[in-house]
DNA sequence: ATTGACAAAATAGTATACGATTTGCAAGGA
DNA sequence: TCCTTGCAAATCGTATACTATTTTGTCAAT
C-alpha cells in the first residue's frame, strides 16, 4: 500500500503511535488480563511502548470513550467497572441491536450464506474446547447479521460483542454449557431458511434473553 | 506569552482542558455549523481556545472515535461527512434502539409520566416554531424512553438523536411539517398509557419508518 | 499507639520545541 | 500550454520539560 493516492476511501486508518497502544489496552481489558480499578499509569506505559506519554493519553481518551476506561480528575485513568445491572442492561441493547440486524438480513441472504454457516455449525459441534467455542459463538452471530449491509449496526455488535465477551466466556465453562445454545442457534438458522423473519427474530430474542438469564444468575451467585 | 505561569488562576477546573474543546467543537458539528470535509486546524483551534494542540487533539480523538471526525495520516482531522446511505442506517438503528427502550419504558410508567409528556405535547401544539419544534420533539422522545431505566441505551439514542439532528430539522422546515409527526405522537402515547406494549412498539416504528421515508425522499431531491 | 502536619516523591496535565510530512507556488524545461 | 522540479511555508506528530496536584512517608504531639 505505498499508493499514496488513497486519501479518503475509509477502510484503511492513517497510523500513529497511539493505534498500537490503543489495540493493546483495549485487548487486555477485554479479555479480562487487566481487570476493573486496575489504575494505567501514563509514564509506565509510555515506557513499555518506547514512546512519550502524549500517544498513550491519546489511546486512553479513545478507551474512555468507548466506556472502558474512566478519567479521574488528577488521578489519570483505570480500568472501567461493569457492575451486575450494567451487564445486564448490555443484553438488553444486544437484543435491540441484533433482532433488528437479523430482520434486516434474512431478505438478504442467498444459499451460500445458509452453507457456510451450516458449515460452522458443524465445526462447532465438534471443538469442545472452550475457547473455540467463544470465537465460533461470535462468528456464528456475526455470519447471520452481515447480510443486513449496515455497517454501522454490525460495528455497534461488534463492540457489545467484545464488551461482554469475557463474561460469556466464564459463563459457559461454569454453567451453561453448549447444549442449550446450540440447539438455539439452529433454530435460529432454520427459520432464516425458510425466510420467515418473524420466527428468525423470535428465536435470537429468546436465545439471548436465555442467556440473559444465565448471566443474571451466575452473577447473583458469583457476587 | 509572559504570564504562562498563570493561565486560568483560581478557576479549579473539575474537567481537563480538554473538555470545553471537545463540547464546542462537537456542538458546531452536530448543528452543521461546521460542514462536512472542514478541516479542523489544531494551531488554529488551539490559538481561538487560549491552550496548547495537545488538549486540543485529545479533543478530536473523542469525536474520531464518534464518529464525527476522520484523522487522515499526516493532513490531521476533517469532519466526517454522512452519505445518504450512512444517515438511513442510523434511522434503522434507531428503530431497533428506540423501539426496545419504548418496550423497556412502559411497563415501568406511572401516572406523573403521562401527565408530563401530555403537558409536552399541548406546549408542542402551540409552538410552531421549527427551532423549538426540533428541542421538542427530542424531548418528547426521551420522556417516553426514560422509564426504561437503562442509561447506557439512553445514552446511545440520544447520541443517535444528536447526529440526526441536523438533518431531521431540515427536513420539518423544507417537507414534513408538523401535522404527521403530532398525530403519530399522541397514538404512541395513548398505546402507553393503555399499557399496550406492542401496540405503543407498533405505532412507534411505524413513526421512525415514516421519517425514514421522508428522509430518503428529501435526501433524493437534494442530492 | 493514633493522629495531624508537613516535607518529599510520584503522577497527572499541558506548554514548548523540534523533526517529519504535506502543500503551495514559482521557475524552468518539454 | 502543460508538466515537472525544487524550495518555502504551513501543518502534523511526538519527545522533552515544566507546573500543579495527589499520594506517601516521617516525625512530633496528644
Redesign the pocket.
Known sequence: MAD?THPQAGTKR?T???DPIYADIKARILSGRLPPAT?????EI?RNH??????V??ALRRLEVENLVV?E?????TVRFYTETEILQLLDIRIALECRALELAVPNMIPSDFRETQALLRDYAQKVEVSEWSRLNVQFHQMLYEPCGNRQLLAMIDDLQQKLGQYLRLLVTEATGLERPMREHQDILCACMAGDVDAAVAALRAHIEATKKEVAAFLRRGA
Chains 1, 2 share one sequence.
Do not use: C, T
Request: overall charge positive.
Open positions: 499514496a492513517a500513529s503511535a497511539a489504575p494505567l499509569r501514563q509514564d509510555a518506547g514512546v512519550s506519554k502524549i500517544p493519553r491519546e478519567f480528575k488528577n488521578k489519570g485513568a
